[in-house]
C-alpha cells in the first residue's frame, strides 16, 4: 500500500491510501494532527509514504517520535527523472512537476530563506502550494495539494515503469532521504570539552573581540620578521604574500602549499603551519562548536544527491569534511561504542562488476584488489623511478620503484580519473592488454562525453548534458575562445580539444562514482532496516562510504554482521550474480580517532 500525504498548516494534513496498481484504497482524510496519523497508519499498514519533500516534512515526524519504514520523495525522484531526460537542474517542486503534466509554465524552485546556524524542525516549506485545499499547509500558511501530489506521482511511476532499474534508483534515493533526517535528529557523539582542549591546545587559549588565537598571531608575527622590517606581511592576505616573496626575488602564482613547498625561504615552513591552523581555526574552532554542537551532539544538514555524482552534500557544519584532528572529539555515550565502516576499494569494485571483465572480476574477488591485480604488473613494466637492479621490495620492485601493486592502483586510478602521462601512459597499456573489458568500459564512457551524449550509473542516474557553450565551441573547433569545463556547469580557460578531453575525463569517473553512490544508497537502505531489527543502534554519520554506527557496546557484534551483510545485499541488488565482493572494514570503538 501506498499513502498519500499533503502536509498542512498547524500540524495538520491529509492523506490518502492508493494501492500497489495506483487506484485508490480508501477515500481522503482530513487530519489535524499529521504525526499522529502517519504513526497510526504505520503501525498498521507499514505503507510506501508519498509525500512532497522527505528533508520538508520527515524532521517534523521524528520530533514527534514517528519514524517510517519507506517513503517515495516526489521531488528527488522528479530531479532523478529529469536528469535521465537530459533536463538536468530544471525545477523538481510538485507545482512545477503538476505545471509540466498540463503543458503550463512551470514555475521556478522556491529558494528557501538563509537558514539559521540550527535551522528549526519546524521551519516553512519553501516549494509548498498557496491556496491550497482543506486540512493541508505548514507553518508559513501555505498547503499542499493533495490531488497534485497524487497526480505527479502517478506520473512519475508511470514513466519509472518504463526505465529499467530506475524503480531501484527511486527507493534508493527516497530511503537515504530517511537516512539523512535521522542522521540529523540522532546526531554525532561530539565532546564539546574534548574540542575545546584540543584547539586551546593547538591554538592557545580562546580569544575575544575578533583577535587571532594566540598560536596564529605568533606565527604571523615570525612570518613578518621572515620577509624583513620593510615588508607588512598578513599571511591571511595571498596578495600580500604574493608580493612579499617578489621582493625577495622568488616570484610565484600561487600560495598554494605545493607551490610554497618549493621554495627555499624561511617563511615558508611557518606559512604552511599558519595556513592549515587557520583553516582548523575558520571552519571548525569556536565559533563552529558553539553553532553546531548541543547537548553532546553534531547535527549538520545532509543534503541527499546535492553533488552531481549522486553523493551527499551538507548545508552547513562541514559533516563530509570533519578534519582528522578532530576525530578525538567524537566519542560514543557511556556503555556505548561507535562501529565504523568503510568500503574497500569501492570505486575499482563498481569498476569490474559494472564492466563484466572475467578476469577483472575476479581478481576483485579477494580482499586487497590490487593486490590480486599486481601480477599482471609486476614484470611487464619497468618503473620510472630507478634502474632496474639492485635489491627487491615486496611485491617484486627494486629499491626506489613503485611496486607491482602501486602500479595496479596507479594504472587504475587512471583508467578511472583520465590520467595518461608519464608512468601511467605503460601502466594503461597493460591494464588494456590484460584487462580489456574493464578498460574499455571506461573508455566507451569517455568517447560517449566528448561527443556530447549522456551516461548513467548502473541504475540510471545521469551525467548533466553540457552546456551550449561547450556544443557550440567544440562543434566549431575555436581553440581560442573561453569554454565550460568538463561538466558543462562552470567556465574556464581553454582550447575546443581541452574542452573535449575535460568532459571525456568527468563521464568515465561519472559512471564509476555514480554507480559507487548508488551502492552506497543500498547499503544505506539495508543497513538502515537492519538497525532497525536490533533496536538501539543507529546510523550517525555518512560520507560517501563510509558510516558510523552508535550502538550499545553488547550489540556491536550484531551491528557488524548486519554492516556485512548489507555490503553483500547492495552489490547482490545492484549487479547481481557477480564474484565481486565488496568487503567493509570495521573497527569497534570509543573514539571515533581510534578507527584508523
Known sequence: MRIVVAAGPDGGGALQPFAEDGTPAGPAETVPDLAAAVGARERADAPRWVWSSTARLYPRLLRAGVRVARCHDLELVESLLLGHAGRYGEPRSVRA????????????????????????????????????????????????????????????????????????????????????????HHGLPWSAARHDALLTELLGPRPSGGLRPRRLQDLADRIGAAFGPRNH??????????????????????????????????????LLEYKELARLHTAHGWSWLDTWVHE???????????????????????????????????????GWVLVVADA????????????????????????????????????????????RTGATRAGGARTGELTARDKAKLALLSAMYGGGTGEAVQLLAVLRNRFPDAFGFVEAAARAGERGHLVRSRLG????????GWRELTSAGDDDRAVPDGTGQGTGQGTAAQALRSRGRFTRNFVVQATAADWALALLGELRR???????????????????????????????????????????????????????????????????
Open 97 to 184: 512537476a503538476w505545471a509540466r503534466l498540463r503543458g503550463e509554465p512551470v514555475p521556478a524552485d522556491r529558494v528557501p530563506a538563509d537558514p539559521a546556524p540550527q535551522p528549526s524542525l519546524f521551519d516553512s516549506d519553501p516549494g509548498s502550494e498557496p491556496g491550497a485545499g482543506p486540512g493541508s499547509a505548514d507553518p508559513s500558511g501555505d498547503g499542499e495539494d493533495l490531488d497534485r501530489i497524487t497526480a505527479v506521482h502517478a506520473e512519475q511511476r508511470r514513466v519509472i515503469a518504463g526505465l529499467d532499474g530506475f524503480a531501484l534508483l527511486a527507493a534508493a534515493e527516497s530511503a537515504g532521504a530517511l537516512v539523512a533526517a535521522e542522521l540529523t
Open 233 to 270: 606581511v598578513n599571511p591571511d592576505s595571498p596578495a600580500q604574500i604574493l608580493k612579499a616573496f617578489a621582493a625577495a626575488g622568488l616570484p610565484v602564482p600561487s600560495t598554494r602549499a605545493h607551490v610554497l613547498k618549493r621554495l627555499d625561504h624561511p617563511a615558508v615552513p611557518l
Open 296 to 334: 553532546g551532539r553534531f547535527r549538520p544538514e545532509y543534503v541527499v544527491g546535492g553533488v552531481v555524482s549522486g553523493r551527499w552534500a551538507t548545508n552547513g557544519g562541514g559533516a563530509l569534511q570533519i578534519p582528522r584532528v578532530l576525530r578525538t572529539a567524537v566519542v560514543a555515550d557511556p
Open 344 to 387: 574497500a576499494q569501492l570505486e575499482p569494485r563498481v569498476l569490474a562488476a559494472l564492466a563484466g571483465d572475467r578476469a577483472f572480476a575476479a581478481a576483485a574477488a579477494h580482499g586487497d584488489l590490487y593486490e590480486a591485480l599486481s601480477d599482471a604488473f609486476r614484470a611487464d613494466v619497468p618503473s620510472s623511478g630507478g634502474a
Open 461 to 468: 542516474r545521469t551525467c548533466p548534458p553540457p552546456s551550449a
Open 530 to 596: 537492519r538497525l532497525t531489527a536490533l533496536g538501539p543502534p543507529h546510523l550517525v554519520f555518512f560520507q560517501h562510504d563510509e558510516v558510523i554506527v552508535h550502538a550499545p557496546a553488547g550489540l556491536a557484534g550484531e551491528v557488524t554482521a548486519a554492516i556485512h551483510a548489507a555490503a553483500a545485499e547492495a552489490g547482490r541488488l545492484l549487479f547481481g550474480d557477480t564474484p565481486v565482493v565488496f568487503p567493509m572494514e570495521i573497527a569497534t570503538v570509543d573514539c571515533y580517532a581510534d578507527a584508523k
